[in-house]
C-alpha cells in the first residue's frame, strides 16, 4: 500500500450513472493502491468553481463527462493537441504546480478496444463507415485519420452536424446520406455505430445489412445491451464484432496512469467487474 492518500473522480451532470467508480475502483483494490476515485455532480454554473478547488482539496484529476467536456477546454491551462483537434476533452490532470491539463482518450480508447479484440487489424485496411456525427464520432474520425484509414464515411440523420465534421477534418472524410448507407457496406473495412440508437431505451438503428461483406469489422460503441441488435446481425452475416464496453475501460486507462502511477491492464476480471455493477 502506498502511504499517501490518492484521490481522483469524475465530474458531470448527471452524474450517478458513471461506471468509472467502479472501474476505478476496481483497479485501485487490484493494486493496492491507497486512493479513491470519486463521482462528483457537478452543474454548469458552478464547474469553473470546483475545478479551482479540487486542486487544493488534493485531488491529481479527474475524468469529465456531460455536459462539460467542451466547456473545461476554456478553462484549461494546456491543451493536448487530440483534445484540440477533437474539440472536446474527458481527462483532467493537475499538474504539481495547480495547472490544470485537458486531454481526450476517448479516440484512444476506440482503438485500443479494436486491437485487442481483432487481431492483426490495421485501419489502412480500408474504408471506415462511421454512423452519427457528435463528440464519440469526431474522437474515432480523428483517430482513424491518425492511425491511417484511407477513407471515413460519415453518416448522421441531421447532415449538417456531419458535414461540420467533414470541414473541420478535411477531403478524406465524406458525408453520405443515411439512405446510401447499404450501398457503401460492400467496400466498408470497418462500420462503427457511435449513435444512441440500438441502446437500451432507445429507438432501433434499423439498417439495411443485407450487403454488408463478411470481412467487415463491426463496432458498436453502446454497450447497454452488451450484444446490439446491429452486432448480433452482423456476426450471423460472417463479420467479426466487437462490442463497446472495452472503449469504456481502455480510454480510462490513461488517466489511471497519470493519478495513480500504475498502468492498469484491461482484462476478463476488469470486464465482469463493471458489467456486474
Known amino acids: 500500500m502506498t502511504s499517501k492518500l ?20 476496481h483497479w485501485l483494490q487490484h493494486y493496492g493502491i491507497n ?43 494546456n491543451v493536448t493537441d487530440r483534445a484540440a483537434l477533437i474539440g472536446a476533452a474527458n481527462t483532467l490532470t493537475f499538474t504539481a504546480k495547480g495547472k490544470l491539463q ?35 464520432a469526431r474522437a474515432i474520425v480523428s483517430t482513424l485519420l491518425a492511425e491511417g484509414s484511407p477513407h471515413v464515411f460519415l453518416v448522421n440523420r441531421t447532415r449538417a452536424r456531419a458535414e461540420a465534421l467533414q470541414d473541420h477534418f478535411g477531403a478524406r472524410v465524406q458525408v453520405v446520406d443515411w439512405t446510401h448507407i447499404p450501398d457503401l457496406l460492400p467496400e ?24 454488408l461483406n463478411p470481412a467487415t469489422v463491426v463496432n458498436d460503441i453502446v454497450y447497454t445491451p452488451l450484444q446490439t441488435d446491429l452486432l448480433q446481425e452482423a456476426a450471423e452475416r460472417g463479420c467479426h464484432t466487437v462490442d463497446g464496453l472495452g472503449m469504456l475501460l481502455h480510454q480510462a486507462s490513461p488517466g489511471f496512469e497519470r493519478w495513480f502511477g500504475v498502468k492498469p ?5 476488469l470486464r465482469v467487474a463493471v458489467l456486474d455493477e
Do not use: C
Not at 490518492?6 to 475502483?25: K, M, N, Q, T, Y
Not at 480508447?109 to 452519427?132: C, H, K, M, Y
Not at 466498408?188 to 450487403?211: C, F, H, W, Y
Open 102 to 136: 485537458a486531454d481526450n482518450t476517448d479516440g484512444y480508447g476506440f482503438i485500443e478496444n479494436i486491437r485487442q479484440n481483432t487481431e492483426d487489424w490495421s485501419a489502412r485496411e480500408g474504408p471506415a463507415l462511421v454512423l452519427g456525427a457528435g463528440g464519440a
Open 35 to 77: 486512493g479513491h476515485y470519486v463521482p462528483l455532480h457537478v452543474t454548469r454554473d458552478r464547474l469553473e468553481e470546483v475545478l479551482e478547488l479540487l486542486p487544493d482539496l488534493g485531488f491529481s484529476g479527474i475524468n469529465v463527462t456531460i455536459p462539460h467536456k467542451e466547456t473545461v477546454l476554456q478553462l484549461a491551462d
Open 6 to 25: 490518492l484521490l481522483a473522480g469524475v465530474i458531470g451532470d448527471p452524474i450517478a450513472h458513471s461506471r468509472s467508480p467502479v472501474l476505478h475502483g
Open 265 to 269: 491492464e484491461v482484462d476478463d476480471a
Open 188 to 211: 466498408t473495412a470497418l462500420l462503427v455505430n457511435t449513435t444512441s440508437l440500438g441502446m437500451e431505451g432507445k429507438q432501433p438503428l434499423n439498417i439495411n445489412l443485407d450487403r
